[in-house]
């Protein structure tokens, strides 16, 4: 089997052998754009040994030989050459971007003897000494796990002593000395001497980046961005080119349009004589890119003009590194840029408009889940705030929460359900745990491109970074903010979109939906199949699924209505009632209540379906802990409806069945709350009651009779009658059950517990952590539908349901209704509707849409690593 390729070569395997980096390095060779030479070790080698217990694939070592001997022809350098040595870097390249979460190397080949070569053949002493020193501590962090703080801290020292801010302040006999002393930590933490055969560093340099892909940081990155564990990792191997050899030479990174807003401008950072982990790491505060203009003008145009190439060529936002070595320009990178959700949105809208992309890609290529970024509180504009200090508008939104220092603590306090900022010097892929958990981001050092900046913007979290009057004190704990002292536990608010850090708490409201939103989910209507309902039980969020495009309710639950403050003493007098008679006197207080609540529901939605479950949970829910108890009476009760396992014991159903005069209640309250809103709006609500928890087909006709018998009473009300479907036995049985139900409705929270045996609040945090963190588990399943287990139950239901009576609704009402991939399994199952919280009813109007251009054959292409 052949492991490498050469960037001008073609290679059959695309992405997913050659990587996102590799794929992109080989694409802009064959079209001309300045790329340093190279080739790269594919996936197929990394799986290979990641298979084989970290013992490269046999060929592999020598098929690499062959490789640099040919680059060394072509450069006409040698590597290790004591007169003009090739060095190149190594850098990983997944199929699917992971900024940050693997390791990089530069400046490999450097040894003792080759960087007085380049000293030589470069005439820069300090350019030489400088990349060698960036080498060993590269190298000693990657391949041999040193503490990056034993080199930053000799760093540090060596600045301080000479009274010098910047590393570029430091001049060729500084930097000798900094190598020395970094040739004796090197030697001191591994316990030998630096390498200085260059073909056994880059063995082992490429060995350490297929480790990097099962390192800690990247597993969980992985997890929180649902990308398979299996795919491995290329490695590329270029050619070196240096943006540290003076003030003509730099590096940088820049988007083609900008990322967090979408304008159609270029947006990037630029840094002088320096390295591009310097920029990407944080290490250096950088410019905006058009400085750039001013200090290399002719390498300046020619990226301008590169830039508008890539994006025409892969029709999409373009994330690019580039170093310019003394006045020549190299790209070392494209990739699909990531973006914010205003800016995704834009972007795709402007695109169509460009006539660079149809309406389908454009649905296509929106991540459904970004689009909850939206829906985030801002900073209330009416807000006095006090501004202790700005930093870089790194990624939009805002948040207040505690102050917290690393990462562990993030976690677990934002684990917890605490609102938490993470404050960091900078924040490193080891934070990854901690951002996923935090509210918000705050560090000292980075720019727009940072760590912190790219994977904040990609969660969807507020990041203000780059902030100059930040300071912290690990020790201590505690941090100063301009000119505030604060502990950690003490609140701050980030505002993402201003770079604003604000000391406190501070009134936050709901974001704006602007036109490229509204855009693009027009689209996605035209494009879709699948009805988009939401779950509402409120007026209020009624209004709001509305507001977002919701096109009826699909599951309204009664039993939140009788938790309010002035109904829990009737409920409570209802369930204390010993005789139907005296229960039913109770009711009739509760009824108006009920129509009164039902009447702004179909209010909110007029002309569109409700669907109403009827009371579903066990009494006892209702009524205080026993301990809380006010009488021996309550006391007496609360131990007679006491059950072991109340999930499975007298509720939905069953309690309708038992105590019938409760759903006559609520059904009369339906039946009357239409008629009135018919008559005061002059549209009819279309009303569906919904039985819960059915199990035999016996249940539902019971209480079908009850629901007609009860709705004569209003005989111009029209409703359909229906069940949920959230029992494997309702499933398997539903041909039976279809003959008594107009619609079925699959609740996939309860199917899921049912059907598990997992009781999701035992689980969740529990076992059912550790089941994901070491792979029983790929996906929690009340997130994603288990499609093998909980989803052949529901194919079992549609097919058996359908083959009944071909015109039966079919929905689902958990919140799986809202979550992408579960959309796309409901739409391949041929459901009417999903149905979901208010907010996430734009996400399942976009992945609805994009279910049904899967079908067709159209998905977003990704580019880049």
């Known amino acids: ?181 970094f040739n004796a930590t090197y030697e001191e933490e591994t316990g030998s001497a630096f390498p200085q055969d260059p073909h056994d560093q880059l063995r082992r340099a490429y060995r350490a980046v297929f480790d990097s892909w099962t390192a800690p940081r990247a597993q969980v990155y992985r997890r929180a961005n649902d990308i398979p564990d299996d795919l491995g990792t290329a490695v590329n191997v270029v050619q070196m080119v240096f943006g540290n050899r003076g003030e003509s030479s730099g590096t940088g990174v820049c988007f083609t349009r900008d990322p967090a807003t979408g304008e159609r401008r270029l947006y990037g950072e630029f840094l002088s004589n320096a390295q591009g982990e310097d920029v990407v790491a944080g290490i250096r505060t950088p410019e905006p890119i058009d400085r750039m203009r001013e200090q290399l003008p002719e390498a300046f145009e020619q990226l301008v003009e590169t830039l508008d190439r890539l994006e025409a060529h892969y029709r999409d936002l373009q994330d690019i590194e580039f170093t310019v070595e003394e006045g020549t320009l190299y790209l070392l990178q494209t990739r699909t840029g990531k973006r914010t959700a205003a800016a995704a949105l834009r972007v795709a809208a402007e695109m169509v408009d460009e006539g660079l992309i149809s309406r389908e890609e454009a649905v296509a290529r929106i991540d459904p889940g970004q689009l909850d970024q939206l829906l985030h509180p801002m900073i209330d504009p009416d807000a006095h705030v006090d501004v202790a200090a700005r930093g870089l508008n790194a990624s939009p939104g805002a948040a207040s929460g505690a102050i917290v220092l690393d990462a562990d603590t993030a976690e677990e306090r934002g684990r917890a359900g605490e609102s938490v900022i993470l404050v960091r010097w900078e924040t490193t892929p080891d934070d990854i745990h901690g951002l996923i958990h935090a509210a918000g981001v705050l560090t000292a050092h980075g720019g727009m491109t940072s760590h912190a900046a790219v994977v904040a913007r990609g969660m969807g979290k507020p990041c203000v970074a780059g902030c100059e009057d930040l300071s912290i004190d690990v020790a201590a704990a505690t941090v100063r903010i301009g000119s505030h002292e604060l502990r950690a536990g003490d609140v701050i608010t980030v505002d993402g979109g201003s770079g604003r850090v604000i000391v406190g708490s501070v009134p936050l409201v709901p974001p704006s939906i602007d036109e490229n939103f509204e855009t693009v989910l027009e689209w996605a209507d035209e494009l879709r199949r699948m009805r988009v309902r939401a779950n509402a039980d409120t007026p209020e969020d009624a209004a709001k699924a509305r507001e977002f495009g919701a096109e009826g309710i699909g599951l309204c639950r009664t039993e939140h209505m009788f938790m309010g403050e002035e109904r829990l003493p009737v409920v409570r007098e209802m369930i204390m009632a010993r005789e139907e ?215 079992i239901g549609v097919e058996r349901g359908r083959a009944a009576k071909p015109g039966i609704k079919l929905g689902i009402c958990g919140e799986h209704g809202g979550e992408p991939r579960s959309v796309a399994f409901c739409h391949r199952l041929g459901l009417d509707y999903v149905s979901c919280s208010p907010y996430r009813v734009p996400l399942a109007r976009l992945a609805a849409a994009q279910a049904a251009l899967a079908e067709a054959g159209v998905t977003a292409v990704a580019v880049g690593g």
């Open 1 to 181: 089997m052949r492991y490498v390729y050469d960037f001008g070569e073609g290679a059959d395997g695309g992405r997913e052998l050659l990587g996102g980096k590799g794929i992109g390095l080989a694409e802009m060779t064959q079209l001309g754009i300045p790329v340093p030479d190279g080739f790269t070790i594919t996936t197929d080698a990394c799986r290979a040994y990641l298979a084989n217990s970290g013992e490269v694939p046999d060929g592999l070592d020598a098929e690499v030989d062959e490789h640099i001997a040919a680059l060394e022809s072509r450069t006409g350098k040698g590597f290790g050459d004591d007169a003009s040595p090739l060095l190149v870097s190594v850098r990983s390249g997944a199929a699917i971007s992971m900024p940050g979460m693997m390791d990089t190397i530069l400046n490999l080949g450097l040894n003792d003897v080759a960087v007085e070569g380049l000293a030589t053949s470069t005439g820069n002493e300090r350019f030489a000494l400088d990349s060698y020193r960036r080498l060993i501590q590269m190298y000693g962090e990657v391949v041999d796990g040193v503490d990056a703080h034993r080199f930053e801290g000799a760093l540090s020292d060596l600045k301080a002593a000479r009274g010098v801010a910047l590393d570029v302040d430091l001049t060729a006999a500084d930097l000798r000395e900094l190598v020395a002393t």
């Open 581 to 795: 008679d005296e229960r039913r006197s109770v009711l009739d207080k509760l009824l108006p209540m009920q129509q009164s609540d039902f009447e702004g529901i179909f209010e909110a939605m007029a002309g569109l379906p409700v669907t109403i479950r009827l009371l579903d949970p066990p009494l006892h829910e209702f009524l205080p802990p026993l301990e809380e108890a006010t009488s021996d009476a309550m006391r007496d009760r609360i131990r007679q409806l006491h059950e072991s396992n109340p999930m499975l014991g007298t509720r939905g159903c069953r309690l309708g069945l038992q105590f019938p005069e409760i759903y006559e209640m609520q059904v009369r309250a339906i039946v009357r709350a239409a008629r009135a809103v018919r008559e005061r709006t002059g549209e009819a609500p279309l009303v569906e009651i919904m039985h819960p928890l059915v199990g035999f087909t016996e249940e539902l006709a019971r209480l079908r009779e009850l629901t007609e018998r009860v709705a004569a009473e209003e005989p111009t009300v029209e409703y359909l009658c229906g069940t949920m479907i959230e029992l494997p036995r309702a499933a398997l049985r539903a041909d039976e059950i279809a003959a008594e139900a107009d619609f079925f409705s699959f609740g996939t929270n309860d199917l899921t517990q049912t059907t598990l045996g997992f009781s999701r609040d035992d689980a969740e945090g529990k076992f059912l952590t550790h089941y994901l963190e070491h792979g029983i588990l790929e996906r929690n399943p009340f997130e994603t539908i288990d499609e093998d287990g909980v989803g052949d139950l529901m194919r």
